[in-house]
């Protein structure tokens, strides 16, 4: 009932998800992550315990492969499950029950891994995942929403659109963007509008927040002024909206 993209920024070492699909909410049950830990997506019958048992284990350090087999050999239903994970080093690993709805499948690369069910056909998750490879120029939020767009236009999940979701984590525990949409009629369109509104002033206010490093974090309303401003540009300059 979705696909989704997870990578890992070469740039910054942050980690994100991107996701859309014919559901309600999507945003809610499929994307998990942290700074420096790594990510996952759980799909088609999801599984919650995919999340919370599978960023325990990123925690600890352990593979994406070896979190796959542990996470899919404990759980009876895994043959109605997606399920894929990049580790901190970048790493992926995926899995796609047997009894997952056609069109599904995976693909897994050093630093990005594309996987959906329930989809028009395989070119969905091979436009992403060559949408965001010949990205690179953009910003990695950017990139990752192009490569969802780039799938839909193949198609996409083939019972129609309803809730997309991006969340990206960088330094800090808590994501420095968390958006959803969940229910729209076209929700990648709406995503983006959002995105777009982000770059407002909420984008400048977290870089201002608390750190470890700085937990008094930026008080100075002008420097959020002028980082709000330089997002603006950097906005208008990638036409992202």
């Not at 069109?103 to 949408?131: K, P, R």
């Not at 958006?179 to 959002?194: G, K, S, T």
Request: glycine content about 10%; overall charge negative.
């Amino acid at each position: 009932m979705t696909w989704s993209i997870l990578a890992k920024d070469p740039e910054t070492g942050a980690f994100g998800v991107a996701v859309t699909t014919k559901f309600f909410a999507v945003g809610a049950l499929c994307p998990h992550g942290a700074a420096r830990v790594g990510a996952l997506a759980t799909q088609a019958f999801v599984n919650p315990l995919y999340g919370i048992d599978g960023m325990r284990l990123l925690a600890e350090g352990r593979s994406a492969e070896e979190i796959v087999a542990v996470l899919t050999a404990g759980d009876p239903g895994r043959e109605s499950r997606q399920l894929h994970v990049i580790d901190r080093e970048g790493r992926t690993a995926a899995h796609t029950g047997g009894d997952c709805i056609d069109w599904c499948g995976h693909l897994t690369d050093q630093g990005v891994s594309v996987a959906g069910n329930m989809l028009a056909g395989s070119a969905v998750i091979e436009a992403t995942l060559d949408a965001y490879k010949r990205r690179s120029d953009l910003p990695f939020a950017d990139r990752l929403m192009s490569a969802l767009d780039a799938g839909q236009a193949e198609g996409g999940d083939k019972r129609g659109k309803q809730s997309a979701a991006l969340k990206v984590w960088r330094d800090e525990p808590y994501p420095v963007l968390d958006l959803r949409v969940d229910d729209h009629p076209e929700p990648l369109d709406e995503l983006r509008r959002l995105y777009g509104v982000a770059h407002e002033r909420f984008l400048a206010f977290m870089d201002a927040m608390a750190t470890r490093a700085n937990p008094g974090g930026i008080t100075d309303r002008s420097w959020i002024d002028r980082r709000a401003q330089e997002y603006q540009d950097q906005l208008a300059r990638n036409g992202s909206v």
